[in-house]
């Protein structure tokens, strides 16, 4: 059974940088045909797709954060990290990670069928 | 950008039958997916590719997708339903969310 662990601050400061790691336990980050996501969710708000990878380091990001998010992988540590620049108030949520899967290789079919207890990012000076 | 739209809150007696809108530009030519949250936990998969249910999933939880709009169904709801429902699908490799929709079961 897959599971996934947020890690990182719990307060980070306005203007400055968001770090986030998942790690994946129960199984490796390296094989399967899956990607590996983050989404967030503001207070009382719906969940923001933020972006994904997958193993071979492609990325993809949400058009809307594009210029202030960087995912990345670390097949050895079985782990793959978020980082989010340039900190405002309007960035303060639960951010998740998630496994997405997918239908064989089509595209537009993957679907979130793990998630992890999320982390509940403040910002705040 | 793309938009997925719910209606905010839903009510439904218990043992009836719950129905709860997504639409969009399109929608029934993408897959859609459901997640089910609770306060204060994640969001859970409850169907996926339209109309599939992964299992542990109870069989009255059923969906459809045509047209612009996916529906989520939930026969016979019981009280352990009442929670957020979010429809989500993919537009040019970006995910995309629905706002949620609140499910009231009294």
């Known amino acids: 059974q897959v599971q996934l662990q947020e890690s990182g601050p719990g307060l980070v400061k306005p203007s400055q940088t968001l770090s986030l790691t998942c790690t994946v336990s129960?199984?490796?980050?390296?094989?399967?045909?899956?990607?590996w996501n983050w989404i967030r969710q503001p207070a009382g708000k719906g969940p923001e797709w933020i972006g994904r990878?997958?193993?071979?380091?492609?990325?993809n990001y949400n058009p809307s954060l594009k210029s202030s998010v960087t995912i990345s992988v670390d097949t050895s540590k079985n782990q793959f990290s978020l980082m989010l620049t340039s900190m405002t108030a309007a960035d303060a949520a639960v951010y998740y990670c998630a496994r997405e899967s997918t239908y064989g290789y089509q595209s537009g079919s993957g679907y979130f069928d793990c998630w992890g207890q999320g982390t509940l990012v403040t910002v705040s000076s | 950008s793309y938009e997925l739209t719910q209606p905010p809150s839903v009510s439904v007696s218990p043992g009836q039958t719950a129905s709860v809108s997504c639409s969009g530009d399109?929608?029934?030519?993408?897959?859609v997916s459901w997640y089910q949250q609770k306060p204060g936990q994640s969001p859970l998969l409850v169907i996926y590719?339209?109309?599939r249910r992964p299992p542990g999933i109870p069989e009255r939880f059923t969906a459809s997708n045509s047209g612009n709009t996916a529906t989520l169904t939930i026969f016979g709801t019981q009280a352990m339903d009442e929670a957020a429902y979010y429809c989500q699908a993919w537009d040019s490799s970006t995910g995309v969310f629905g706002g949620g929709t609140q499910l009231t079961v009294l």
């Open positions: 990878i997958y193993t071979n380091g492609s990325a």
């Open positions: 129960g199984g490796s980050i390296r094989y399967g045909t899956y990607y």
């Open positions: 590719l339209d109309n």
């Open positions: 399109k929608l029934g030519d993408k897959f």
